[in-house]
């Protein structure tokens, strides 16, 4: 035992070994390539597996380790990471940081109006290296050099000249065809030849010109200089901007503090998307609640009820709704309810002649999801309702009984209150569960129809949660993630007090305070 | 609390039940109909199909247009080893918060339960960057893989079932272990050989209820994937079937049924037990 024992340490120390050396080596590519956000993940990470690997006192953290590096890195960063993105204006048009922007804009050029144009050659090399030979318009010819650009004597034995006199090679470049140059373009356009004091770049295909420096960052402005007209643009909301409110694009992200949050109390459009798409949410989760808790009441009723036969039979049948994907219900459904193609349109246009607009109509397409959502929910209320109404005790019926109550009385005054005991908490997740129930909307509608005039994309059927989805990643507006990432907040402000109400109800807390 | 019903009281319990019935089973009845229909439109179909035929079921496993058997075997693995690592790591947490004292297990205790209320899915827009910048760095974790979305799956199923299975294991005398922790096991030991085995229900329980959510979650799937040969079953059915209701339904339906039958072949038998996880044990069956 003990001779294991040692050799279990033996083992455990030389992987710890290895995996530090490991660690070590990708700590260094890191540091060298500046990366020094992954760097330091990496090394606070070799630290505590190596303090919790080799400290007695550490001993619990063995166990729970595992599962909380999953926890922190997909759950509780990405909640930080959600309520940073959400003080910031990150959108489409202010995705890159303000030193990427920077860069960009002092890349940018200018031909001026008196530029110079020269007709050039191209040539590469076996390796692959890139040259030109530029003819200027007074004969003067240039050879690109690296990054400059040197004068250069064509009549030059080393030039060698096609039939029609031109240059076709010098030492071991080659001149590139007209087919071979458009598929250099990428490359001859990264060229950048100081000549002069000016840039030479590639201004069309067919020649190059002496470009100038369109932009200047002032750092201690803080500003951006545009060397051509003068006007001098000073960073103010995620934009470069002018004296006169002219923009430069890009712009970058930006703190703008609350202003998302603010957006949605204040600003009338989003103010007006929020209120509809927060109501319809209310309203959706409440009467999916309600009426798959009646519907599941009722059956479960029954299905209690010595004097029907067959109840486990219809039992096993009731419950296949809850036992489907619910992904794959949706689609069924969306189906079923088509207004050209589906069944319930047959149905209905039979009985009474008519279709119904299901998907199209904001009235009809709410209806057909509380029906669709109620038809996935109900036989869970069954089975909690179930297990409720078999656990009220007997006797207290027997005792109404002899107290000469009606059967009705009984239900409301017995059956009732003690069900609700138990019940309540779980109609409040429930709640907290259809309220942010994405996949259902999503496959079934899609949000859809479409609002007029809305100010962001929020359809009529969207709840919160999808159109936070759409702000996010679909809308025609561009990806608005700032706010999308403010709206997600306020959802888990509200689950969160569902919840805090929830705990009321259940031990949980309790569990946690008196420390079992 | 029930009296002897009237004929007049059976009727109308048999009626609602019958009702109840068709509400339930029409949408699957119809599926399983239009997958045996020869006709792949939705506006064709009849109940009872005049020429049945199992050609919906044969294209999906030999039409390469409908690359079904990827999507099952994407979502059984990721499904599959999802749920088994939870199921193992949850349980190592669970047994710590259950059996050791140590500094700050009350703070991890609420933590727990605060965290575990968070929807994961709220913070999609972070965890799709998040994925994206883990590309960069390890190609095979992050954007568009499946062990970056079963990482992804782990990180949301810890709160929840760590939480669960402590309350389990509380109800598991200590004397169970310590005999052999006086016998010089180390509690990793008593662990894996005492507190596991007798633990055995409730990890059955959060392996399925794992499973099954797995298997369903279409949103995280849906942003974190893309190419039809990296779906799982969620995200391919949806692809497959939007704006085809005309040309693809019967091909759906075929897919939508064994899709279903999967999870209804764990469901049904163990139903029992997968219910008393899923209310959190608060109703007894």
């Known amino acids: ?516 | 609390m029930y009296s002897r019903p009237t004929v007049v009281g059976l009727v109308v319990r048999y009626t609602l039940i019958g009702t109840a019935l068709i509400y339930a089973l029409f949408p699957v009845l119809w599926i399983l109909s239009a997958s045996f229909n020869p006709t792949n439109n939705l506006l064709e179909q009849r109940l009872f199909p005049r020429n049945p035929t199992l050609e919906h079921y044969r294209r999906l496993f030999t039409d390469p247009t409908v690359p079904f058997p990827r999507w099952i075997l994407n979502t059984l693995q990721v499904s599959g080893i999802t749920s088994v690592i939870t199921v193992f790591l949850c349980a190592l947490g669970a047994y710590a918060f259950s059996r050791f004292r140590f500094r700050g297990r009350r703070a991890g205790l609420l933590g727990l339960l605060l965290v575990q209320m968070f929807p994961q899915m709220l913070a999609m827009v972070a965890i799709y960057l998040l994925l994206i910048r883990i590309k960069e760095f390890v190609p095979w974790l992050g954007y568009n893989t499946h062990p970056g979305l079963i990482m992804v799956y782990l990180g949301g199923a810890m709160g929840f079932n760590t939480w669960f299975m402590k309350g389990y294991f509380d109800t598991i005398p200590r004397s169970v272990e310590e005999s052999a922790l006086v016998d010089g096991a180390t509690p990793f030991q008593a662990f894996l050989r005492i507190v596991m085995p007798l633990a055995r229900p409730i990890l059955a329980v959060v392996l399925i209820i794992q499973f099954i959510t797995t298997y369903s979650e279409y949103v995280l799937a849906s942003i974190l994937l893309k190419g039809t040969e990296m779906y799982t079953l969620s995200v391919g059915l949806r692809f497959f079937i939007q704006q085809a209701y005309d040309r693809r339904w019967g091909a759906f339906s075929a897919a939508a049924i064994l899709g279903a039958l999967l999870i209804l072949a764990i469901f049904l038998p163990l139903q029992k037990l997968i219910i008393s996880g899923l209310t959190g044990g608060a109703v007894k069956e």
């Not at chain 1, 330091?40 to 063995?62: C, D, E, H, K, Q």
């Not at chain 1, 000073?234 to 202003?259: K, L, N």
Request: glycine share 8%; hydrophobic share 50%; net charge neutral.
């Open chain 1, 1 to 516: 035992m003990a001779g294991r024992a040692v050799v279990a340490q033996g083992v455990k120390l030389g992987l710890l070994a290895l995996l530090d050396g490991g660690v070590v080596w990708a700590a260094i590519s890191l540091l060298l390539r500046a990366d020094y956000i992954p760097f330091a993940i990496l090394t606070a990470g070799a630290f505590l597996l190596n303090y919790v690997v080799l400290s007695r006192r550490a001993y619990p953290l063995r166990f729970l380790l595992p599962g909380l590096v999953f926890l922190f890195a997909m759950v509780v960063y990405p909640i930080g990471y959600t309520i940073n993105v959400s003080l910031t204006n990150l959108q489409t048009g202010n995705l890159l940081t303000k030193a990427q922007v920077v860069a960009q804009l002092e890349g940018r050029y200018y031909l001026p109006p008196d530029h110079e144009t020269f007709t050039y050659w191209a040539f590469r090399n076996p390796q692959g290296e890139l040259r030109v030979i530029l003819l200027a318009e007074d004969g003067r010819s240039y050879l690109s050099e690296r990054n400059t650009l040197l004068p250069v004597d064509l009549t030059d034995p080393r030039f060698v000249r096609g039939a029609d006199g031109t240059v076709v090679a010098f030492d071991d470049f080659t001149r590139l065809s007209w087919a071979q140059i458009y598929q250099s373009l990428p490359a001859l356009e990264r060229l950048d030849l100081m000549w002069e004091g000016v840039h030479v770049r590639l201004a069309t295909v067919r020649e190059f010109g002496t470009y100038l420096r369109k932009y200047e960052y002032l750092r201690d402005a803080d500003a951006i200089r545009d060397l051509e007209t003068g006007i001098v643009y000073t960073a103010r909301e995620g934009y470069f901007t002018s004296p006169d409110g002219v923009r430069i694009e890009p712009g970058f992200q930006i703190y703008v503090g609350f202003r998302n949050y603010l957006d949605v109390l204040r600003n009338p459009g989003v103010r007006a998307d929020f209120t509809r798409v927060f109501g319809w949410t209310v309203a959706w989760s409440f009467l999916t609640v309600f009426f798959s808790f009646w519907v599941g009441l009722v059956l479960a009723y029954l299905l209690n009820d010595p004097y029907v036969r067959g109840r486990f039979f219809y039992r096993s049948l009731l419950i296949i709704p809850y036992a489907m994907p619910a992904f794959i219900s949706a689609l069924v459904w969306a189906g079923l309810f088509n207004t050209d193609l589906g069944v319930i349109n047959r149905i209905i246009g039979e009985l009474f002649g008519t279709k119904v607009r299901w998907l199209q109509d904001p009235f009809w397409a709410r209806t057909a999801l509380i029906f669709i959502n109620v038809w996935l929910t109900y036989p869970y209320m069954m089975i909690v309702s179930l297990g409720a109404l078999q656990s009220i005790p007997k006797e207290m019926y027997e005792a109404a009984r002899v107290d000469g109550a009606t059967g009705w009385q009984r239900f409301w005054t017995i059956t009732m209150p003690l069900l609700w005991v138990s019940v309540a908490p779980l109609l409040i997740g429930s709640f907290a569960f259809t309220f942010n129930n994405f996949t259902i909307i999503w496959l079934v509608t899609a949000g859809r129809p479409a609002v007029l005039g809305a100010a962001t994309p929020a359809g009529a059927t969207d709840i919160l949660i999808s159109w936070t989805y759409r702000l996010a990643f679909e809308g025609d507006r561009g990806n608005q993630l700032g706010l999308a990432s403010a709206v997600s907040i306020i959802i888990f402000v509200i689950i969160a007090t569902i919840s805090a109400v929830n705990f009321r109800f259940t031990r949980a807390l309790e569990d946690v305070s008196r420390g079992v």
